[in-house]
Structure formats: structure tokens, C-alpha cells
């Protein structure tokens, strides 16, 4: 038998359903029980319309399974309203601003928000919600954060609760415009002659580069003056950085800015490093007048006086050997027999210029003089260079007991250099030098600026006087003199006395001493920092361990320098 053939059966949409839901509502206050009611039997006719048989179970369209009950479905629910707190927003292009909106009763709700077209010229595109549905607070609060499209439109934002739905316009206007108080918070020691202020819209801290260039949106201050900045855009986020040059610098992440109101912004400041590779410093090392470097004055001093010597008995034997060494060697002969035949070695020790022992006091006279240098507040000056090439400082000496760096030899040879935090430099160096030529150049300079003299061998010619010596010497009447003085007359053998001062010097200050004397020092003081982030001054002092051989000592003084760009 061929089954009776039954209609199709009829399927309802949500939107159907409320429709007919809702024209059914009585006007007034809405009857949560009698909308019950009429979803009931609304539910029972679909079943009704769509049951392929009486004990087939009805097919539920899924449409109607997301509708969910208004309020909770809970029975006498009261009624409910929504309200924005700001019945327009003005925002920037591309800002964000948190817009708050409040249900009333107080209690915990749902709320959703949609952004709507507010008219077909209007657009949307590019704006969004941080979320679309928000729990509120317990006084019925709810809170989204909008950030607004790239290009100026307007649009709506819907909030609904239930039934309940409120609107607020929003106007992304290219003009919306707020302003800071910026208040820079520096506990560092520094001295600090102007802030810088500057204000990167759409950017975050974290965006900026450390050498980014300041904003056009910028302003420059005092310490003591305030730095206020208007008429920047309402974009969200708003990095604020200040600095005083490479000094200092901090920055402030500014989120949602208000509108047409001046937001006070504190910024927490911090030093920057010191850029050690772009500076130098020139330093004065002062010496204590200690014992150390007495003895060393002194052990070079004895070094000369018997180099002077050599082997001679006496200063007059000494010089006359001189002479004599100057001599070719035909003539030795004949000098000898000269020098032998008169008593010139008694005759030079018993001239009434007292010629006796005059040379070594005035060698130890003129090296001591020029040794107090060394026990002055400018005992040496040196410079210290970084280098963004080289680890470490190159360490380079000036001047060495008053002398320039060309006029005496010493070696010097950069340690290591560090700031910490609290601005505080250590920095190490050694020097190292042959004490007997040092105290030789030394004695050079001092019996120059008493002599008027270049050196000590002139110096000495004019002290003992050698033309006079000479006459002496020839005045003796002798024949082995006369033959002598054929050959060498008495001018010839002034030249000769000052040969032999010059060939004596030279030797005894070229044998030098053995081994080479190193002083090497460590140092820690305050430094200053210039704008630029390089070292501008330093106070400190410095420890030293001098070594000659197996000796070893203990040396120390003050230490003060500046930028070559500073007067030190």
C-alpha cells in the first residue's frame, strides 16, 4: 500500500521566531512570564510542523538553539538600562581611547559591543574592539578600548545588555589634540644644564632606538622650569623621552592620552654609561715626596759621579786622561811625556779655582734641582686615550719632571680603564726608564737654566774653565811642553779640556744602568661627564710599585685631569 503522502515540513528561522515573539508582546512592561509562555507553544508548533510522525522526536533548528534567554531566563527579572559615560568620543586617526559604559541596576551583566556604520558614507574599516563582549564590575561597569581607523570617518558604538542597547558617536578627527606635563625624576650626581623633552606619537619606548633622533614635538628647559607640551595628538601610545644630551635619558610610555587636558607624566631618569672609547683625558700626577724615588734620585746620581770618574784617582787625573783620549794616537806620546815632565796631574789640584771635586758638586747640584720636579704636584703628566679599536687605553706621557715627552726617555704603556654607576674611574699604567740617562737629561736641563749654557759639558767647560786650564798647562816651562805645544798649542788643548767634559758625559750617560726602573700605578677618583657622554674632568689619586731588579717600593700621589678641551 503506498504511504499517504504528508506535506513538507515547515522550518523557522531565529530571526522568524522573534519576530513573532515579539509582535506578540503586550505593550507596556514587558511580562517575562507571558514571553515564556509563548516560547513555549512557539516550540511546540515547530515540533508540530516538523515531526515526520507523532513519536518521531522534533527537529530543532539550530537557528533557534542560540538564542538564549533574555536576562538569564530568571522569572521577575527587573528591567534594565545602558548607558555610555561620554555621549560623543573624539579621537586621533590610528589613537586608542577606553570607553566605559554602565548598566544600571548595579550587578554583574554581559554586555556586547558592535561597531555600526553611522550612515553609508561612513566607514568602519580599520577601527576595532580589544573584545567584543565584556562581564561587567559589580557596579555594573563594562570597559573596551577602541582604537580608531587610520583615516578621519565616523562611526557608532553599540553596548547591549539584554534587550537594553545604548549608542555613543564616534568622530576620528585628524585635530584631536591633548597636552603633558613632562617632570623628569633625576637622583643621580651629574650636573645637569638642560633636560630635553620629546614626544614620539604611535611609538612605545620599547620602538625608540637608543640614538633616535628627538621628535619635531619637542621642547628644551631648564632644571628648575617646567616642560609643558602642547598640542599633540591624542594617539595612543605616546612615547615621552627626555635627556640631557648622553648624560642622562629616560622615557615614559603614555597609553590613551585624554583629549583637550594636560596629563602631568613623570620620568623616572638614569645615567648612561660613560662612552670611555671616545675619551681622553690629560692627568697630572703629583708625587709625595716618600723615600722612593729619593733613593732612586740618588743611586743614579752615584752612577754618574763614577762614570765621570772612571778610573781615575781624582777629578783633574780624570780630565786629563780625557784630553789625552782625544788625542790621535802620534800625539799621545808626546802629551804624556808633557803631562808626566811638569806634574800637570798635582799642578790641576792645586789651582787656586779649587778645580778639586768642583765637577761632582756641581753634577749632584744641577741632577738634585732638576730631581725636585719629581717630588712636586706635577711630578709627571700623561694622557689617556681610548680607542674604539683597541681594548683598553692607550696611555701616553707629556712631560716627566717638567721635561716635554720628546726631551727624555720613558716609556709608558696603557693599563685598563672602567667607570662604575657611581661615576667613580680606576685606570692602571706603567712607566719605565733607565735612571742614570733620566737624571743626565735632568742635570742637562737644570745646569742649563742656571749656566744659560745647552747642556752640562758646556756647563761644566765654563764652571772649571778650560781656556784658563789650558794656560796653566802650557805655562809650565819645560821642553817635553813646547814640544807638546808644536803640536798642539794652547787654544788646541782648551778644546781638548772640552772634549774631554763632552766624551765624558756622553759615555756616563749613554752606559745607563741596569736593570730599567717600572713604575707601575693603579688609580681611582671622580670623573666629570661632559653633554656628549665622554670624560670631561677627574680627581683621584694613584698607588705605585716601583721596581729596579730585585728592589721593589712603594710610591703614591695625587692624580688631576681634564678633557684636552678643558684647562686642566
Same mark, same amino acid.
Given at each position: 500500500m503506498t504511504p499517504a503522502l504528508r506535506p513538507p515540513a515547515t522550518r523557522l528561522t531565529l530571526k522568524q521566531v522573534t519576530k513573532m515573539w515579539v509582535q506578540r508582546r503586550p505593550t507596556g512592561r514587558p511580562g517575562l512570564n507571558s514571553g515564556w509562555k509563548l516560547c513555549t507553544?512557539?516550540?511546540?508548533? +515547530?515540533?508540530?510542523?516538523? #515531526?515526520?510522525?507523532?513519536?518521531?522526536?522534533?527537529?530543532?533548528?539550530?537557528?533557534?538553539?542560540?538564542?538564549?534567554?533574555?536576562?538569564?531566563?530568571?522569572?521577575?527579572?527587573? *528591567?534594565?538600562?545602558i548607558a555610555f559615560d561620554e555621549e560623543a568620543i573624539h579621537i586621533s586617526p590610528g589613537a586608542e581611547s577606553v570607553v566605559n559604559a554602565r548598566v544600571i541596576p548595579a550587578g554583574v551583566y554581559t554586555v556586547r559591543f558592535a561597531l555600526l556604520a553611522a550612515s553609508q #558614507?561612513?566607514?568602519?574599516?580599520?577601527?576595532?574592539?580589544?573584545?567584543?563582549e565584556v562581564t561587567t564590575a559589580d557596579d555594573g561597569r563594562a570597559r573596551v578600548v577602541l582604537t580608531a581607523p587610520s583615516a578621519p570617518t565616523t562611526f557608532l558604538l553599540r553596548a547591549q545588555v539584554g534587550s537594553a542597547?545604548?549608542?555613543?558617536?564616534?568622530?576620528? *578627527?585628524?585635530?584631536? +589634540?591633548?597636552?603633558? +606635563?613632562?617632570?623628569?625624576?633625576?637622583?643621580?650626581?651629574r650636573l645637569i644644564s638642560e633636560w630635553v623633552a620629546s614626544v614620539h606619537a604611535g611609538l612605545r619606548c620599547e620602538d625608540l632606538a637608543e640614538d633616535a633622533p628627538d621628535s619635531a614635538l619637542s621642547i628644551r628647559a631648564a632644571p628648575s622650569a617646567a616642560l609643558h607640551l602642547t598640542d599633540i595628538p591624542a594617539t595612543s601610545p605616546l612615547a615621552v623621552r627626555v635627556h640631557a644630551g648622553q648624560l642622562a635619558r629616560g622615557c615614559t610610555t603614555v597609553l590613551l592620552p585624554p583629549v583637550g587636558e594636560e596629563t602631568s607624566v613623570s620620568v623616572s631618569i638614569r645615567d648612561e654609561p660613560v662612552d670611555l672609547s671616545e675619551s681622553t683625558l690629560n692627568l697630572v700626577f703629583g708625587a709625595l715626596g716618600d723615600s722612593t724615588l729619593r733613593g732612586e734620585l740618588d743611586a743614579a746620581i752615584s752612577s754618574i759621579q763614577s762614570g765621570l770618574g772612571a778610573s781615575a784617582t781624582s777629578d783633574s787625573s780624570a780630565l786629563l786622561d780625557g784630553m789625552r783620549a782625544a788625542l790621535s794616537s802620534t800625539v799621545r806620546r808626546t802629551f804624556d811625556a808633557a803631562r808626566s815632565d811638569a806634574g800637570w796631574d798635582t799642578l790641576l789640584t792645586s789651582l787656586p779655582r779649587g778645580w778639586s771635586n768642583r765637577s761632582h758638586d756641581a753634577i749632584e747640584r744641577w741632577a738634585r734641582g732638576a730631581g725636585?720636579?719629581?717630588?712636586?704636584?706635577?711630578?709627571?703628566?700623561?694622557?689617556?686615550?681610548?680607542?674604539?679599536?683597541? *681594548?683598553?687605553?692607550?696611555?701616553?706621557?707629556?712631560?716627566?719632571?717638567?721635561? #716635554? *715627552?720628546?726631551?727624555?726617555?720613558?716609556s709608558a704603556n696603557g693599563g685598563t680603564w672602567s667607570v662604575d654607576p657611581e661615576d667613580t674611574l680606576a685606570f692602571s699604567a706603567a712607566l719605565s726608564w733607565n735612571r742614570v740617562p733620566l737624571v743626565c737629561t735632568l742635570a742637562d736641563q737644570s745646569a742649563q737654566a742656571e749656566t744659560g749654557l745647552s747642556d752640562v759639558p758646556e756647563s761644566l767647560s765654563a764652571l772649571l774653565d778650560c781656556p784658563g786650564i789650558a794656560t796653566e798647562l802650557g805655562a809650565v816651562s819645560s821642553s817635553r811642553v813646547s814640544a807638546l805645544l808644536a803640536l798642539c798649542n794652547v787654544d788646541c788643548l782648551a778644546s781638548l779640556c772640552d772634549r774631554a767634559l763632552l766624551n765624558a758625559w756622553t759615555r756616563t750617560c749613554a752606559a745607563g744602568s741596569t736593570p730599567a726602573t717600572t713604575l707601575e700605578l693603579s688609580s681611582t677618583g671622580t670623573v666629570g661627564v661632559s653633554d656628549s657622554g665622554e670624560l670631561q674632568s677627574y680627581q683621584g689619586s694613584w698607588l705605585g710599585r716601583l721596581t729596579a731588579g730585585t728592589s721593589v717600593a712603594r710610591s703614591a700621589g695625587s692624580v688631576s685631569g681634564a678633557s684636552p678641551r678643558v684647562n686642566p
Open positions: 507553544r512557539t516550540w511546540a508548533l +515547530l515540533a508540530a510542523l516538523s #515531526a515526520p510522525s507523532c513519536n518521531a522526536t522534533p527537529e530543532v533548528p539550530a537557528t533557534l538553539v542560540m538564542m538564549p534567554p533574555t536576562m538569564g531566563g530568571a522569572p521577575n527579572m527587573p *528591567e534594565v538600562s #558614507a561612513s566607514l568602519t574599516e580599520g577601527a576595532s574592539l580589544d573584545r567584543a542597547s545604548a549608542t555613543t558617536a564616534i568622530s576620528v *578627527e585628524a585635530g584631536a +589634540l591633548t597636552s603633558l +606635563l613632562v617632570r623628569p625624576h633625576y637622583t643621580g650626581k725636585r720636579a719629581l717630588f712636586s704636584n706635577r711630578a709627571f703628566e700623561g694622557q689617556l686615550h681610548g680607542d674604539p679599536s683597541v *681594548e683598553g687605553p692607550t696611555f701616553t706621557l707629556l712631560r716627566f719632571a717638567g721635561l #716635554a *715627552e720628546g726631551a727624555v726617555d720613558v
